[in-house]
Every structure is written in structure tokens, then in C-alpha cells.
């Protein structure tokens, strides 16, 4: 395997964001990409980013992949500034000239963690995603993904008339968050109350479910069992697994419709302000694990509901990617691009 990755070349993608890093070798033959080794790191085990590198690097050593990385493109789930970045819900700044520096990788380049997983669509496969709704739009539109995971995020992929794409990045996760029910106008209250400012992401995301379940439970009812559960297990899996069964928490189980709905509605407002008629695509670690939810009418009812312009979001395809690789195939994607000078393969579902 050495000799094969050393004669092609290789190239290094990274998916950090605030919990887990995802880190992969790609061996580029004949402009194509090859998987050579990928590992998932959680980020609470490592003093930095470069920790983390380092410890990749050294057991692909230790594996037998050896030879000059050719250009490294790392996915950060934070606004990207000159060659550094510092991660929103981490507290770890990543510079580009850093890495160079000790990873001896001439190439090295930031990239907006959505940004990669726009990338990451040109290798999709039937598999990897569900339609939640098929549209009647061309792919030429606009697109845009939304992602919920450890933060919210959000990149709009602009098209042009000759058919090329371009995602730009977007913290489009912290605007204000908008209630579109007497209930999450109760919601917005409590937030408020809690944090001032109140962004989408503190609703859609990991910890915004866990805020949506503490608002449900504000008065009480919070079982012994949820409770220690809690203290065992990540909250945001543990209301997204009992609102799945069918006797499981009341309290997770409303939580967890609030959540859809509001991820619905976050979702139509991103596809009218891009006029995204090429598509949605739900992506990020929460969306795989409801989208059984997903796929119920609450969704798409909440994504639908724009009044006057209801009619056109009906005729947007909406996907949900269930692939978790996404966002590093479109890193190396990204990097094979800069080895190359081909760019990167610009093509959705």
C-alpha cells in the first residue's frame, strides 16, 4: 500500500468540529480519489488541533502509508479569517501556516465546515441520502444545506448559467430565532430569559434540543430515569431515542416535534433567501438518527408554511444526507483540487 500511495500522491481532509474531528488520506489516480486510511478522533481527548493531526499522521505511519502529502484541506465548523480559525463551540484555534509548518505540507488550506460538506454532494450515492420530498425543480437552482449537529450550520451553493457552483459560507446558524406557533413564542420567552439573544442554533442543535427539553419540563416532570440517563449519556441521543419508542418520554417525545418544526421552518426561510430550486439537503450528526421523523408530515408542513409562497417551496426537492462522510469527501475534494489545479468536481444529486 506504501509504494502505490507514495507513487500517486496523496492528499490529507479534515471535518473538525466541536466534539469529533474526522481525518482521511486520499490517494489521487488519474484525478480520481481513493480512501487510504480515515479515523474519528473526539476532540475532548486533545490539547489542539495539531494533537490530533499528529496522532493520525503517526498511526497512518504505523499502518504503512508513508510519502509526501500533496495538499491537506481541513473543514472547520467556524468563519474561516486570512489562514487561521478559531471553532465556535471549541475552544481551539487552527492556523493554516501552523500546520505547514509542522506537517511539512506545502499546500494547507481552511476551509468553512459546510462549505465541505457542499463539496462532499458531487460523490453522493442512492444510499446516502432520502428524499423527504421530490420537488419539480431542475438541479440548475441554487442549493443550500442545513445541518444540525454541535452548532447549526448553513452554506448557500450559488449556480451560475454555465452550470459551475460556488457554496459560500454562511453563519446564517445565529440569527435570530423566529417562533411560528404560541408555543415557541413561549420558547423564544424562556431562551430569552436564559441567554439573551436567542439564535436558531440555540433551538436546532445538540444542546438547542436539550434547551427545547428543559423549556417542556420547566415546571417539572423530568422522570429519575431521563435524569440519569443524562448524567450517563449525551442528552441530545437520549431525547432523540426515547422520543422514537413507542412508550418512551412524553417530554422528549414534544421536545423533539418542536425541534423538527423549527428545523423545518429554518429550512424554508434558507431556501427562500437563496431560492434554492436546486435543492435542500438536511445534513449534519442529528439528521441520520431522526430521520424517521423527519419523514412524517410535521417537516415539510413547517417548511411548506410561508403563505403566499408555499406553492413554490413544494416544488423544491428535499433530501436528508444520512452519509456522516460528507463534509471529509468534500475536504478531499477540496484538496484534490488544489493538487491537481483541476479544482473540485462540481456536480449534486
Known sequence: ???MVCRKGIVLAGDMGGTKTDLGLFEIAAG?????????FENSLYGSPEDVIAEFLKSAREAGVTGEIAAAS?????PVEGDSARLTNLDWTISAGRLKKRFKIKNVRLINDMVATAYG???????????????TAGREGNAVVIA??????????????????APSPSEGGHADFAPQSRREIELLVYLMERFGHVSYERVVSGPGLKNIYDFVTRDGGVSQAIKKRFEREDPSFVITDEARKKKGDRACREALEIFVSVLGAESGNLALKS????????????????????????????FRDKGRFMGLLSKIPVHVLLNPRCALSGAANHARGMATGAGPKDETI
Open 1 to 3: 500500500m506504501a509504494d
Open 148 to 165: 444540525p449537529g454541535t452548532g447549526l450550520g448553513e452554506v448557500i451553493i450559488f449556480r451560475g448559467k454555465d452550470d459551475s457552483s
Open 275 to 302: 431560492l434554492a430550486t436546486g435543492g435542500v439537503f438536511v445534513a449534519g450528526g442529528i439528521a441520520p438518527a431522526i430521520a424517521d421523523t423527519l419523514k412524517k408530515s410535521l417537516f415539510i408542513k413547517a
Open 32 to 40: 480520481v480519489l481513493r480512501p487510504v486510511k480515515e479515523a474519528r
Open 74 to 78: 481541513i473543514g472547520v465548523a467556524c
Open 121 to 135: 454532494l458531487a460523490f453522493l450515492k442512492k444510499g446516502d441520502y432520502i428524499t423527504l420530498q421530490a420537488g
